[in-house]
DNA sequence: GTAATTCCTATTAAATTGATAGGATTAATA
DNA sequence: TATTAATCCTATCAATTTAATAGGAATTAC
């Protein structure tokens, strides 16, 4: 299940998206139009200005505002800042690879595979959609 | 990503349909081959028997075994015994469908529709794939 | 009747998630 | 330069979920 935290930041980065002009959009204003508590979101935002996927301006009339247009904001990139690894199991990820403690040896591990697979179909999905798909183009 | 649950209960079916023979397996044997807390596994086992994949015979000589051949048990319902809902959010979940508190309309969701690509293809994967894949045909 | 097994319920410990608190820092502007 | 309004930072707490353990009841083979 996705946590609270990506499906905010989804969320806020849609409603960004969908507002941006000249002046960065307030945590304030995208908390209260999104129901997302505020002190919750500005850590959320935080975390994704320091991915370098938001930029902010500090002060009076500050705000968030996106690194780079919807069309080239990938959701493989959001989704391992504020989700973590994409793969269901450590040893089938590409970012975040490990080795499962009770595996000898993975090649032999029964839900590797599977996972292999699950992993690369999700990561289609993830590839081929960006910022702009979920803000209605 | 996978619980525990999950993982030990996958490689647990696994080794049930490696060997099956004329008795069933018992779960400290394969506690002890697949290095899961004995405990652990029993009530994963009960979980998996409840939910009618796996049959038992109490007692001595007692034992679990696979109600089906492994090539009839699909990961769909392995996964969804063990794991829950396949879906990543609630909202696109077709066998835990509930509401989302934070959206008022669902279908103006611009996580929404992600979530069911992501949802659909993890299924056919999940529809495709069998014990008997996973235990080496 | 004894030994070996599943079955059941309850409890606990650890980790993760969701949310809150309080103030430091920065910048606009009057 | 003082005030105001915003981000930034760190710490903490509460709630939930996950992982594991404990102890014994019920059942069956021999």
């Known amino acids: 299940m996705l946590s609270k935290k990506t ?7 849609t409603y960004i998206a969908r507002s941006e002009g000249d002046s960065p959009v307030q ?7 999104e129901q997302i508590p505020q002190k919750f979101l500005e850590s959320i935002l935080l975390t994704l200005r320091k991915s370098g ?16 247009a919807p069309s080239e904001i990938k959701m493989t990139d959001v989704m391992r800042v504020l989700e973590g690894p994409i793969a269901m199991v450590p040893c ?9 403690e ?10 590797h595979k599977l ?10 999905v993830f590839k081929n959609t960006t910022l702009a798909d979920l803000s209605g183009s």
């Open 115 to 124: 996972m292999i697979e699950v992993r690369d179909k999700t990561l289609s």
């Open 7 to 13: 499906k905010y930041g989804l969320k806020a980065l």
């Open 27 to 33: 945590v304030g204003e995208i908390a209260k139009s």
């Open 92 to 100: 089938v990820s590409l970012n975040y690879y490990e080795k499962c």
């Open 102 to 111: 009770d595996c000898p040896d993975e090649h032999k591990c029964s839900v």
């Open 53 to 68: 996927i938001l930029g902010s301006k500090k002060g009076k009339h500050g705000g968030y505002y996106l690194r780079e």
